[in-house]
């Protein structure tokens, strides 16, 4: 997660909304006029059952440990490209490099049964800042697009699946905006779900943050649900998360549409799903809100042990669950 030093307070406030409408049981009867908009758009859709595949907890910790160091000069993050690539060779994909000015994206794609179907792109940055050894930032999200490789790689859908690994987010979404330059890697895109940490919980009141002086009713006191930020002119996209909850092992998820691709709320604008969203790409950002949560954000201490083992697995099979279903699906631009 990049760090912006803009206002936090606009990106409080849209959490606080959303946070407002995730609670809610009925939207119909919330008052706020945007949002029952859009939630009553999507609510109608039917959601396809499909069964995907179960994720492997030590599967994902083993990534995270062996990632244990910074990514953050040249040989750094050429050590963990190697990783990246072995490690998705072994499943049998063939990933590309792709350089631009300052780092080396990778890149990789399996092809749909159906052409007019379709791609959908799981996405995570693989660098740190460059005191820490992001466990959590960005590990975590790296871990989880190494598992789908592993569990969609030689699964048949309709849809593409194509894989990415960022470099250069904490740069200033280096990787992801070089990335979207390449008018071909945007043809046929149909959604983008970017994950930047998604293994950090906290059970202790007040641990997770939320504004000052709003009147929110938090989901609970503890940081211990998962975030899903997206742009409101792509709702399907969305709400691909909703029906994710078929096991109670599954954390909560929070969807948070943000309409006018951020442009009142920089801060929600801190991560590698921003630059599809210029490009009129739908895209989400699946995160456990970073510095509103953990206390290692951007910190040598974000190391392997502070990773929540159950809640990084059950992040990760939402996300396979919301991936399996939008790759199954075959309709209009979601
Ligand atoms: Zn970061």
Known sequence: MYRKQKSILLVLFVLATAILVGCSGDMKQREEPLVVETMRVEKPQPQQVVSAPQVSATKLLAHIQRLNFTRYTPAERSRTRNYITTELKKLGWKPKLEKFTDGVNIFAERQGTNKAGGAILVAAHYDTVFISPGADDNASGVAVVLEIARLLGSQPTPRTLQLAFFDREEAGLLGSKAFVTNKAHLQNLHGVIVMDMVGFT????????????????????????????????????????????????????????????????????????????????????????????????????????????????????????????LLETISPKS
């Open 202 to 325: 906290c059970y202790t009141a007040g641990c997770q943050k939320y504004p000052v002086g709003l009147p929110v009713t938090p989901p609970s006191d503890k940081g211990d649900f998962l975030a899903v930020v997206g742009d409101a002119e792509h709702l399907p996209l969305l709400s691909s998360f909703h029906n994710t909850q078929k096991s109670e092992n599954l954390p909560p998820v929070l969807t948070l549409p943000i309409p006018l691709k951020g442009l009142l709320t920089p801060d929600v604008l801190r991560s590698d799903h921003a630059p599809f969203w210029y490009q009129g790409v739908g895209a989400v950002l699946v995160t456990d809100t970073a510095n509103l949560r953990t206390p290692h954000y951007h910190q040598p201490s974000d190391v392997p042990g502070t990773i929540d083992r159950s809640f990084l697995t059950g992040a990760a099979q939402v996300v396979v669950n919301a991936t399996v279903s």
